[in-house]
Structures are given as structure tokens and as C-alpha cells.
């Protein structure tokens, strides 16, 4: 599962690099609640440079969108390449959870936003409509990112807030079973996979990679 994420979150963690680090009092709502997107326009944006990565041959690289600023207005996305030997197309259909978010941090100041998710449910439908349905029943609603690693992760999901917790905590439910596809791998920042306990263990628990990281420095084992 893999996203196209706003801007809003690279802007929020690089004006207020104190939230990279864990903290205590600090707390952070991952989603208030999250909401299905059929696909559709955005709206109106703004977009950052984006990060230059060398890749190889046949890779592909989902880069996300960064939104920094909207309108009412519908927008149409183009994708072009200098190089003959490199494709760029623009992904169209499929469905989306918006999660909103509000960070607090230590000094009391509140900062609200939007991270955009676009579910791959061609390539991991089993984790996508696993992370979909707990979206639509609230569990999201009122957890924190428990851990934030700067250059690295940020993860949320888990109830207890430990990193050992799930949709399970207190009950029963069964994990979901590893969907891996070569079409989907670590190759840019601000994209979304499963964290876990193991092999074939994934549950509630989501992370996101590090935006502003490049490929060179991104972990291509998570």
C-alpha cells in the first residue's frame, strides 16, 4: 500500500523538527476521522521540486504529490520525461483514505492537516480493504505516531501506543498475510507499507518513509 501524500506533512515536520523525536506530552491524532476517497480531481496545488533519484533499469518510482495550497478549482495532472528511455504517466482511478490529522506538541502549539493515502488494491487487496474497513469503523481515530525516527519512519496504528498493540488488542483477529509485488517497493519518500512483528503478521499498524529522503539513503528493506 503505497500513497500519495500532501505536502502539508513535509511542510508540518520540517517547520517543527521537534516532533521528529518522541516526546513526552506531545500527542498525535492520526486520523479524525479518516474518510474513503473514490477517485476523483484534487483540487488546485501547488507543487514542490521533486527529489531526483538514480534508479535501474525497469524500476518504476511512485512519486507523491505534494499539496501546499488548494482552491475550490479541479486540477488535471500531467507527466512528462526529458529522456526517451524513461515513461511517466500519471496514475488515474482507484480509491484513497484521507486521514486528518492534528499534532500538539510540548510547547502546546496545534498544527491540523490531511495525509492522502492512494491504496494499490490491484496489488495488495487483502491489506488495502483490511486498512480501508478499520478507517470506516473510526479505530484510527485518536491514535498517535508512536514512532518517529527522523530519516527513516513514522508509525502509527496501534492502540496501546507501545508498538505491540493492534485492531486486535483485547480480542481476537487474524493477521493478514504478506502481499509483496515488484511493482511496489521503497524507491521515494512519503510512502506507506505495513509494520510488523514478522512474517505474515501485519495488522492496524501502518508507517510512513521519510519525506525529504533519497533513494540513496532510503532503506529498501523495511
Known amino acids: 500500500m503505497l500513497p500519495f501524500i500532501s505536502a502539508w506533512a513535509k ?3 520540517t517547520r517543527h523538527p521537534e516532533l521528529r523525536r518522541r516526546k513526552a506530552g506531545w500527542n498525535s491524532s ?15 496545488i501547488t507543487m514542490h521540486s521533486l527529489i531526483t533519484n538514480d534508479l535501474p533499469n525497469t524500476k518504476i518510482e511512485y512519486i507523491a504529490a505534494n499539496i501546499t495550497n488548494t482552491t475550490s478549482n479541479p486540477v488535471t495532472f500531467t507527466a512528462s520525461s526529458s529522456d526517451s528511455n524513461v515513461t511517466a504517466t ?13 499534532f500538539t506538541n510540548a510547547s502546546k502549539q496545534t ?6 493515502v492512494r491504496l494499490f488494491e490491484d496489488l495488495a487487496p487483502n491489506t488495502t480493504a483490511h486498512i480501508a474497513s478499520l478507517a470506516q469503523s473510526g479505530f484510527y481515530d485518536g491514535l ?6 527522523p530519516g527513516f519512519v513514522s508509525q502509527g496504528g496501534d492502540p496501546t501506543g507501545t508498538g505491540s498493540g493492534g485492531s486486535g488488542s483485547g ?6 498475510s504478506d502481499e509483496f509485488s515488484t511493482q511496489l517497493t521503497y524507491t521515494t519518500s512519503g510512502l506507506v507499507g505495513m509494520a510488523n512483528s ?25
Open 11 to 13: 511542510r508540518f515536520f
Open 30 to 44: 492520526v486520523c479524525s476521522p479518516a474518510e474513503i476517497l473514490e477517485a476523483r480531481s484534487l483540487l488546485s
Open 111 to 116: 498544527v491540523t492537516g490531511d495525509i492522502i
Open 171 to 176: 480480542g481476537t483477529v487474524s493477521p493478514i
Open 198 to 222: 514478522g512474517h505474515d503478521t501485519n495488522d492496524s499498524q501502518i508507517f510512513f518513509t521519510a519525506l525529504g529522503t533519497t533513494l540513496a539513503n532510503l532503506p529498501q528493506n523495511l
Open 90 to 102: 500519471v496514475l488515474s482511478g482507484g480509491r484513497s483514505i484521507d486521514f486528518n490529522v492534528t
Open 144 to 149: 498517535r505516531f508512536h514512532r518517529v525516527i
